[in-house]
């Protein structure tokens, strides 16, 4: 594997989107993959297919939130890893880190759905790991530090990281963000930022009624924060095929980064 860190978007849509998957995305390292959530069911199969990701090549996850957007694609990923666990075929324990309701949620779906051969992998091969705000961890050299951002919604949590070659990257999962979040976030040379929709297209999709955020309010909270580089996701789909063109446009107003809209299975390399 390349020693250069490489983001790909697993997926770039909000929770409602039907013409790209929902939001996610891997991390890859020399050491392999850590995914960030898994989108809303088993679609995640087919991009990890499509972006020729080996399931034996992940090494953990993170869940950010209980939305269906993001939490019920993780059963399917921890359905591969418990089967994989069961063929011996793990080469170390498997680690999901989420925020204690994620948990809870979590635990519940896999009694309800998985087979016992794999449920018996829990605890051992598969390990749901919790961690409160400002906890850290080490997973595919990737050095985390995981926080509450404040959600105004349900409980939710992001995370800063430094890199193996010591870059920095924020993910602030999908609400705007909070002024109570920039001691993990400032300065950081990435910043993953969702934008529901663009500031032009406000009053037609109503993002501040819906708790998000539009590219050119991500692109004000980047620049005051002295991010390098922006990466924004988690939009509508109404117009893929000019989104990249017309959010950069709006995002450059107020950043004077470089800025990233990518497209489902577009890799970034950071």
Known sequence: MTDNPEITMLGTGNAMVTKCY????????????????AGGGNGILSQLEKAEIDSEQIRGMFVTH??????LGAIWIIRIMAMLASQGKLKEPFIIYCHNEVKQ??????QLTLKNKHLDTFGKEIIIQTVRDGEKAICCDIDFTFFDIHSTKKKQFGFR????DRQTLACLGDEPYNEKCRKFVEGCDWMMHEAFCLYADKDKFQPYEKHHSTALDAAKAAESLKIKNLIIYHTEDSDLAHRKVNYT??????????????????????
Do not use: R
């Open 22 to 37: 929902n939001t996610c995305f891997s991390i890859k390292t020399g050491k392999g993959y850590f995914l960030v959530d």
């Open 66 to 71: 209980g939305h269906t957007d993001h939490i």
């Open 105 to 110: 949620m979590l635990d519940i779906f896999c």
């Open 161 to 164: 990281a430094t890199l193996p």
């Open 249 to 270: 446009a709006e995002a450059s107003i107020a950043f004077k980064g470089h800025i990233f809209v990518p497209d489902d299975m577009e890799t970034i390399t950071i």
